[in-house]
């Protein structure tokens, strides 16, 4: 069955015809960090994972952005934080289940970090996230990368440095969640300017973008989780194959077929 889904996916995908409108469009990297996609990360090192695919779509990530970028369509990357202190308690219990202790992707560390060759690349926007949904209320803030020195400089310190934040009366990522999921202005661009914060789904409003690239992974977690929040709230998607990985790679094809069937615009990079 896999194997068949592997070849409607290809099919599908190769024989599309995209047409968008760059004003309205945003390119989506979803989880591409050093704890997921290098060999020294989390997912090899300790879980012991494959992540062949993450490490093969990096590439085909590189030549989105810059096309993205020549074209003027907003890029945004993002950093997963799995600080048990950020995340639900849900999905605390769910590590937990797992063997999972402390969390993973720790603020302030390595793996943690968006992949180089992805970073030095240029994101407009750099998206933090606790949870798995880019979407996530309470647990996700965009920026814009280097107008906001104290948030970076912020994002640098282990979870261990926050008490010492506070009292020194500066934001911890439980504020700047609060700050993104309160924020109502209509120009969102003004305030990330100024050392704000949004959620993606104001930023999208306020520029009346209609439609998302999302690539990353993983595929059947954090990459569909973007997939499913996007679908729900109306945005058009498309999903290039040959950009979007999975650790898991039989789940990998049946969460892109059922993406492409239901919520997604297949495609490839080169389309």
């Excluded at 020195?149 to 990522?173: A, F, Q």
């Excluded at 009346?208 to 059947?220: P, Q, W």
């Excluded at 945005?235 to 094809?253: R, T």
């Amino acid at each position: 069955m896999v194997e068949s889904y592997k070849e409607q996916i290809r099919k599908i995908a190769e024989s599309s015809n995209i047409v968008i409108d760059p004003k309205k469009t945003l390119l989506l990297v979803v989880d591409l960090v050093n704890d997921g996609s290098s060999d020294d990360g989390f997912f090899k090192k300790v879980m012991n994972l494959d992540i062949s695919m993450f490490q093969s779509i990096e590439e085909n990530v590189v030549e989105l952005i810059s096309a993205c970028k020549k074209a003027s369509i907003p890029v945004a990357c993002v950093s997963t934080i799995y600080d048990f202190e950020y995340i639900s308690e849900a999905m605390r219990k769910r590590f937990e289940a797992m063997g999972i202790k402390g969390g993973l992707a720790p603020k302030g560390a390595w793996g943690s970090q968006i992949i180089d060759k992805v970073l030095k690349l240029g994101p407009d926007l750099i998206l933090i996230k606790s949870h798995y949904s880019a979407f996530s209320k309470l647990h996700s803030f965009l920026y814009k990368p280097r107008k906001n020195k104290e948030l970076e400089e912020y994002l640098t310190l282990p979870i261990k440095d926050d008490e010492k934040v506070r009292s020194m009366g500066k934001k911890t990522m439980h504020e700047f969640f609060q700050e993104a999921d309160n924020l109502k202005s209509e120009d969102v661009d003004t305030y990330l300017d100024n050392s704000g914060v949004a959620t993606l789904d104001s930023f999208l409003k306020s520029r009346e973008i209609d439609t998302l690239i999302i690539t990353g992974g993983s595929t059947h977690v954090c990459e569909d989780a973007a997939v499913c929040s996007a679908s729900e709230q109306g945005y058009n998607i498309l999903e290039p194959v040959d950009a979007v990985a999975s650790e898991d790679f039989d789940k990998h094809f049946v969460y892109v077929h059922n993406h492409g069937m239901f919520k997604t615009q297949l495609t490839t990079t080169k389309k």
